[in-house]
């Protein structure tokens, strides 16, 4: 069967016009400093969700110090990330020759997507898939996470609930006809046929969704560069040592939820944890967030909920967009003295921002 699956190997990238702010992590999510070169894997893509009340946050962020070696793209792979991820959250440093001796920070800390919590979650802004194995007999569960590629262009990945209805090892791709007029017309003919090998974009593994007729593949890449980028034909790529660990894990019929959620929120010991990403387009492809409707979709996740919201400071998170968890409010209880200032945001800003009330809405701009 068809798949619209592939994309040109990516020569150039393209930095996202974002950039980053003085991570407001708490003390305890300290940084781990540490040479890469001597390192093992640093982040494991399989966390234990903790007990209820505070399940909603895994991992943890991290600081790397680069030998001369590196560059940013076989770190974030190393360290179970799309290249933009990484980029987006270390501005200024060249992504292919970041040099020796500099300090990166590794974002691996994620707020759990909303819904349920079962088979494969793939969240489009955050170019990331969450899988959920059943609990053990203890009762205890876990999440698996890894970067993915989405859609580009008219190519677009759809949305809503699917299940994985085929498995493959070694796939052959068969280039749909309109995928082979695309690069007929650009110079770069396609065989009817990729048998499966170096050549071959679906990698060495394959799970075909029933979404779009079954033209829809979470697969392996030939081209690991691009996780993390809006390149593909509307499919889910990803590395393949990542793929090779997921595909034994999952039975035909695991439920895939596609979903579009650019602003993920926690609750936390009565802080209000925020994460935010940018946002994609109909076509898959991240754009620079508009505040008024980022601040829109803060008050939806924020609910009825009473809550101290330092405003300018969350505006600050939402314009960055980097995915990096900042606590920007605190739960309030005021019955009986509306309008009384509460304390603004908790020791993760920056710095101590002045109070701020307590709302549920934005201010106006």
Request: hydrophobic fraction near 40%; charge should be negative.
């Amino acid at each position: 069967m068809p798949s619209p699956c592939y994309a040109k190997p990516v020569k150039t990238i393209t930095k996202l016009a974002f950039s980053t702010r003085s991570l407001p992590l708490k003390a305890a999510a300290c940084a781990l400093f540490f040479t890469f070169g001597a390192a093992q894997l640093a982040q494991a893509t399989v966390y234990t969700i903790p007990k209820p009340g505070t399940d909603s946050i895994v991992g943890e962020d991290q600081t790397v110090v680069t030998v001369y070696e590196d560059t940013l793209y076989d770190l974030a792979r190393k360290f179970s990330l799309g290249s933009e991820e990484l980029i987006r959250v270390n501005p200024g440093v060249d992504p292919w020759l970041p040099g020796a001796g500099k300090t990166l920070v590794v974002p691996n800390k994620h707020i759990l997507p909303p819904g349920p919590r079962e088979g494969i979650v793939v969240n489009l802004p955050e170019h990331r898939l969450y899988y959920y194995p059943k609990p053990n007999r203890d009762g205890s569960r876990q999440v698996i996470t890894y970067p993915v590629s989405i859609g580009k262009m008219d190519w677009r990945t759809p949305l809503g609930l699917t299940h994985v209805i085929q498995k493959q090892k070694n796939p052959s791709w068969y280039p749909p006809e309109s995928v082979r007029k695309e690069h007929a017309a650009a110079g770069d003919p396609l065989p009817a046929v990729v048998p499966s090998g170096p050549d071959n974009p679906l990698g060495l593994f394959a799970m075909r969704l029933a979404a779009g007729n079954g033209t829809y593949l979470i697969h392996g890449t030939n081209n690991p560069i691009a996780v993390g980028l809006a390149v593909t034909h509307g499919c889910i790529r990803m590395y393949p040592d990542d793929v090779e660990a997921l595909f034994p894990l999952i039975p035909v019929g695991t439920p895939v939820r596609l979903i579009n959620e650019p602003i993920k929120v926690a609750w936390v010991d009565g802080e209000l944890v925020l994460e935010a990403h940018p946002p994609v387009d109909a076509e898959g492809q991240s754009f620079e967030p508009q505040l008024d409707q980022f601040s829109d979709l803060l008050q939806k996740a924020v609910g009825d909920t009473t809550v101290a919201i330092h405003w300018d400071y969350a505006r600050e998170v939402l314009q960055k967009a980097d995915g990096v968890l900042a606590t920007v409010g605190l739960e309030a209880d005021l019955p009986d003295a509306p309008g009384v200032a509460t304390p603004g945001a908790p020791d993760a800003a920056p710095a101590p921002p002045p109070p701020a009330a307590a709302m549920q809405s934005p201010p106006s701009q």
